[in-house]
């Protein structure tokens, strides 16, 4: 009986001090990405068993993170002590029956009062509602008339303007769903008032998007492995895009078989971007040289900081995980 006791006892110890499980590597490429990341820095595995992560954004007034399973029509809530409950569902169709394989949320933004604007697939709109009480409002579902495709990630400008993309990701049939009422996959605006304007028409596939840290360009990723790009626009006085230009081409690291394409993106105080792409996150800095990756070893959807702005959480296909960074970004609300 003593020798179980102690075995048990010594069990229990084990357990207590048992490591997180952790996933991927940091690869580094350049030596300026350890005042980004500290050397012994690991990709922590906070929760697992989902179908597709995305959208991770911080609910500082209750110290949690929320984020998008978009197939199940789901918004989870990840808390430390706590862990994963379900927070919002239906999360991005309302409507009877099977709509798509991707019909729930997908990105998600904390606005300048600190609710939440989420893109939702299946009702094809952009929202935006409180924390507690109350209910959604919609701040834009169509552009002259024409829904939506399929609203999929969204930053709100410090103005209070609202900037998505819209590519067919969540349509039953995708590009080709019939219900489609627009021939164009844009970038657009939702201006104070309610305006709804289309920004940038020529695109294949836009998707993650986010503001330099002084809101003089906005990036736009492009999810199109035959065009992997991220844009780089020039914000105009009156909030219209200028000429957009390649800022970074991450088309010879997807033709490479790196798992992954550009989607979400955030950018930090010093205005690198952190971009999912091929093999993880990217980081880029201003000047857009690829510095090192957070390479998950999944497909990677999305990322945004938590915590006190130094803990960058990552939804890589089935996985919610978290990083340590030396960085903080732009802007945390």
């Given at each position: 009986?003593?020798?179980?006791l102690?075995?048990f006892?010594?069990?229990m110890?084990?357990?207590s001090?048992?490591?997180?499980?952790t996933?991927?590597q940091?690869?580094?490429?350049?030596?300026?990405?350890?005042?980004?990341i500290?050397?012994?820095?690991?990709?922590?595995?906070l929760?697992?068993?989902?179908?597709?992560?995305?959208?991770?954004?911080?609910?500082?007034?209750?110290?949690?993170?929320?984020?998008?399973?978009?197939?199940?029509n789901?918004?989870?809530?990840?808390?430390e002590?706590?862990?994963?409950?379900?927070?919002l569902?239906?999360?991005g169709?309302?409507?009877?029956?099977?709509?798509?394989?991707e019909?729930?949320?997908?990105g998600?933004?904390?606005?300048?009062d600190?609710?939440i604007?989420?893109?939702e697939?299946?009702?094809r709109?952009?929202?935006?509602m409180?924390?507690?009480?109350?209910g959604?409002?919609?701040?834009?579902?169509?552009?002259?008339?024409?829904?939506?495709?399929?609203?999929?990630?969204?930053v709100?400008?410090s103005?209070?303007?609202?900037y998505?993309?819209?590519?067919p990701?969540?349509?039953?049939?995708q590009?080709?769903?019939?219900?489609?009422?627009t021939?164009?996959?844009?970038?657009?605006?939702?201006?104070?008032?309610?305006?709804?304007?289309l920004?940038?028409?020529d695109?294949?596939r836009?998707n993650?998007l986010?503001?330099?840290?002084?809101?003089?360009?906005?990036?736009?990723?492009?999810?199109?492995?035959?065009?992997?790009?991220?844009?780089?626009y020039?914000?105009?006085?009156?909030?219209i895009?200028?000429?957009?230009?390649?800022?970074?081409?991450?088309?010879?690291?997807?033709?490479?078989?790196?798992?992954?394409?550009?989607?979400?993106?955030r950018?930090?105080?010093?205005?690198?971007?952190?971009?999912?792409?091929p093999?993880?996150?990217?980081?880029?800095?201003?000047?857009?040289?690829?510095?090192?990756?957070?390479?998950?070893g999944?497909?990677?959807?999305?990322?945004?900081?938590?915590?006190?702005g130094?803990?960058?959480?990552?939804?890589?296909?089935m996985?919610l995980?978290?990083?340590?960074?030396k960085?903080?970004?732009?802007v945390f609300?």
């Amino acid at each position: 009986m003593k020798n179980k006791l102690i075995l048990f006892f010594l069990l229990m110890t084990i357990t207590s001090f048992a490591q997180p499980k952790t996933i991927g590597q940091v690869v580094r490429l350049d030596p300026s990405l350890d005042d980004l990341i500290d050397k012994n820095a690991q990709i922590e595995v906070l929760a697992d068993g989902f179908k597709w992560s995305e959208g991770p954004a911080w609910l500082k007034k209750d110290n949690c993170l929320i984020f998008s399973d978009v197939p199940t029509n789901t918004i989870y809530k990840w808390k430390e002590g706590e862990g994963i409950a379900p927070y919002l569902k239906p999360s991005g169709y309302t409507g009877r029956g099977d709509y798509s394989r991707e019909p729930g949320s997908n990105g998600l933004t904390i606005s300048l009062d600190g609710k939440i604007i989420a893109c939702e697939h299946g009702d094809r709109r952009v929202t935006i509602m409180p924390t507690e009480g109350g209910g959604k409002k919609t701040l834009a579902d169509n552009h002259q008339g024409k829904r939506f495709n399929s609203p999929n990630d969204v930053v709100q400008k410090s103005n209070g303007d609202v900037y998505f993309t819209d590519p067919p990701y969540g349509l039953p049939k995708q590009e080709n769903d019939p219900s489609r009422e627009t021939g164009i996959f844009g970038v657009y605006r939702i201006a104070k008032n309610g305006t709804v304007t289309l920004l940038v028409n020529d695109l294949t596939r836009p998707n993650g998007l986010a503001f330099s840290p002084d809101e003089s360009i906005l990036y736009v990723a492009q999810s199109d492995p035959d065009r992997a790009y991220i844009m780089a626009y020039p914000v105009l006085k009156n909030g219209i895009l200028g000429k957009g230009k390649i800022f970074f081409d991450a088309t010879p690291m997807s033709k490479q078989g790196l798992k992954g394409l550009p989607d979400g993106l955030r950018v930090d105080d010093k205005g690198n971007l952190f971009t999912t792409g091929p093999g993880g996150v990217l980081i880029i800095s201003p000047k857009g040289k690829l510095l090192g990756r957070i390479d998950t070893g999944q497909p990677t959807a999305n990322c945004g900081w938590g915590d006190d702005g130094s803990t960058l959480y990552m939804t890589a296909n089935m996985y919610l995980c978290r990083i340590k960074t030396k960085t903080k970004p732009a802007v945390f609300r």
